[in-house]
């Protein structure tokens, strides 16, 4: 890794490496994301079978 950033440096493409580092920093932050909301519709998916669930029970107990 040393080596890379070495080479860079020495040819001045200092802004290849800030995109490269953005589009590291956005990619982490979109998976991130993306599993935070997968996550928070499981437990709507879980929360809306326990509601059907205790409807179902109440129905029944009439």
Avoid at 22 to 49: H, K, N, P
Wanted: aromatic share 10%; hydrophobic share 50%; with cysteine.
């Amino acid at each position: 890794m040393s080596d890379i950033l070495n080479a860079i440096l020495e040819r001045g493409d200092l802004a290849h490496l800030a995109l490269f580092l953005w589009a590291c920093a956005a990619t982490a932050q979109a998976y991130f994301a993306l599993r935070e909301l997968s996550e928070a519709s499981r437990r709507l998916d879980a929360f809306v079978r326990e509601l059907a669930r205790f409807n179902r029970r109440c129905r029944s107990d009439q």
